[in-house]
């Protein structure tokens, strides 16, 4: 079974640009896409990123997506207060059938 | 995106079976691929189990001996159930439908069940 590794915190001042990556063990992230959840306290999770790089309606352009090889990264560009919380990459694994998720990454805008 | 809205008990005694059900409102329960999603506290998400209206699922192989997933098209609603449960399976528990491009576009709210006697 494939493994998602992402760092287990990032952090930045409201302005800043923070990047999250994502890495994986074999080669679901090369052959499939990685897409990107937010989790806010008290809120439902949400679509952040499908695709590696696209952006779901409503979602503000700051988050952008990208993949290369077996990596993955989300970045946040003008951080702000509202933009903490806990952001988990996923993929899917052909070879079993089943969804993948990383362990997150808790933002802290400081 | 449609409306997912899980519910369930929110205590289950250990060696006991968590039941949950979610009810799907704004769209078809026969367009989506429907999961079961849980964090534990303190840790991150875990995929359970999918399901289509047609019967077409799979399981999590960590918890496949444990889990039934079933879709009912007549009251919009979909079910986990997860037999012999311990402290471990303490978590809050979604509901998320994919359309079949292999990520979740609807999200429920969550609801936390405790394992404990």
């Known amino acids: 079974q494939s493994v998602l590794t992402q760092p287990p915190s990032a952090s930045g001042t409201p302005g800043q640009r923070v990047t999250i990556s994502c890495s994986e063990s074999s080669s679901n992230i090369g052959s499939n896409s990685v897409n990107w959840y937010q989790l806010l306290p008290g809120k439902a999770p949400k679509l952040l990123i499908f695709n590696n790089n696209q952006r779901p309606s409503g979602v503000p352009d700051r988050f952008s997506g990208s993949k290369s090889g077996t990596s993955a990264s989300l970045a946040i560009s003008g951080l702000q207060s509202e933009d903490e919380g806990d952001y988990y990459c996923s993929t899917w694994d052909d070879s079993l059938n089943i969804y993948i998720f990383a362990a997150g990454t808790k933002v802290t805008v400081l | 995106q449609v409306q997912l809205q899980e519910s369930g008990p929110g205590l289950v005694k250990p060696s006991e079976t968590l039941s949950l059900t979610c009810n799907v409102s704004g769209g078809s329960i026969t367009a989506y691929y429907w999961s079961w999603i849980r964090q534990p506290p303190g840790k991150g998400l875990e995929w359970i189990a999918y399901m289509s209206y047609s019967g077409s699922s799979n399981y999590n192989p960590s918890l496949k001996s444990r889990v039934t997933m079933s879709v009912d098209t007549s009251t919009s609603q979909f079910s986990l159930k997860m037999t012999s449960v311990t402290a471990a399976d303490t978590a809050i528990y979604y509901c998320?439908?994919?359309?079949?491009?292999?990520?979740?576009?609807?999200w429920g709210l969550g609801t936390l069940v405790t394992v404990s006697s």
């Open positions: 998320a439908g994919d359309l079949g491009a292999s990520y979740f576009d609807s």
